[in-house]
Nanobody, 121 residues
Framework: QVQLVESGGGSVQAGESLRLSCAASGDSYSWYYMGWFRQAPGKVREGVAAIGSTGGTVYADSVKDRLTISRDNAKTTLYLQMNSLKPEDTAMYYC???????????????WGQGTQVTVSS
């Protein structure tokens, strides 16, 4: 069992940055694959970035070069650094965890409650 709590969302202007955090507790965090997903109103949940237990990463094409996923296994925390934000990045952002490497597919077993990111032009 893993419990996930996101933080760091907010309202920013286009071009600004945010860093999201996802604090994990419960099972051995370092063994888990982790991902960041987002869901805008009326749209399906999409994967934006994922990271493996040894640090390998994958990104959606729409966010590549602007978002960076990282993890601190000692702090059992997942991060998403978001730079050059655009209005189309506006969504609820969720972190997810699983022992299976789902990459950007929303099949993860454990999910946080989400943190809202709003980008205005």
């Amino acid at each position: 069992q893993v419990q996930l709590v996101e933080s760091g969302g907010g309202s920013v202007q286009a071009g600004e940055s945010l860093r999201l955090s996802c604090a994990a507790s419960g099972d051995s965090y370092s063994w888990y694959y982790m991902g960041w997903f987002r869901q805008a109103p009326g749209k399906v949940r999409e994967g934006v970035a994922a990271i493996g237990s040894t640090g390998g990463t994958v990104y959606a094409d729409s966010v590549k070069d602007r978002l960076t996923i990282s993890r601190d296994n000692a702090k059992t925390t997942l991060y998403l650094q978001m730079n050059s934000l655009k209005p189309e990045d506006t969504a609820m952002y969720y972190c997810a965890a699983d022992r299976i490497g789902w990459l950007l597919r929303p099949n993860y077993k454990y999910w946080g409650q989400g943190t809202q990111v709003t980008v205005s032009s």
